[in-house]
């Protein structure tokens, strides 16, 4: 069994069992039985942990008069996503800004994680950002399906040309699943760079140098989570647009 986290240890010593059978019972047999909860799947748990926090922190401490930082800190996020959101989306888009801002914190969070010592962030890992992108293919095709009803979300992917519809229709269906694996596989390849190249550095060279790295690990888990914010924001406004293909 590989060396973990002490978190980790933790949740296996207290839900390991559980855990496993839960799994057997659905068919899935972890690779150790004794510790099926991985170091990935501990940090996401602690980390939408700290997000439910900060959001309770939020609403149970506003004010108009004396707003507290954590309170600033979550109105810059929230105009920060807003003014994205709008002007991708447009007229609506608050519906979505929710989801969109839980996605954007969520993965950041994931990403800068990576930049202790000896912790690698879950986003490293394809079937964290595999999970991700499918949630998100969900909630826009959801969301379409609402917005337009079945027939017209379907005649959305059959193009404006009624007599190519035959071929755009297929094509449509496949660029949509497809960007389950951008985004995946996207997120997962530049979080997998950024970390393999600062652990080389900070194994070959433990002071100065690796800083840098870690500075432009920092730069990379920004960029990433602001990329994957608006390719989500850019799905729901086609989704659910109104407007003729």
Known sequence: MPESLALTRLLNHLFGGPVTSLLNAVGVHPKYPDAPITDAFALELLIAALMLAFF?????TLSVEKPRPVQQFAEMVHEFVGGQAEQIIGH????FQSFATVVF???LSCNLIGLIPGVNSPTELETVTLAIAVAT?????????KEQGVVGYVKHFAGPVWWLSWLLFPIEVVSHFARIMSLSVRLYANMF????VTLVFFSVIPLGVPVVFLGLHLLVSVIQAFVFMLLVMIYLSVAVSHEAH
Do not use: D, P, Q, S
């Open 56 to 60: 309770l922190a939020v609403r149970f």
């Open 92 to 95: 609506g888009y608050e519906r």
């Open 105 to 107: 914190v969520f993965i």
């Open 137 to 145: 293919f969900i909630y826009y095709n959801f969301y379409g399906f």
């Open 193 to 196: 760079a950024g970390g393999l």
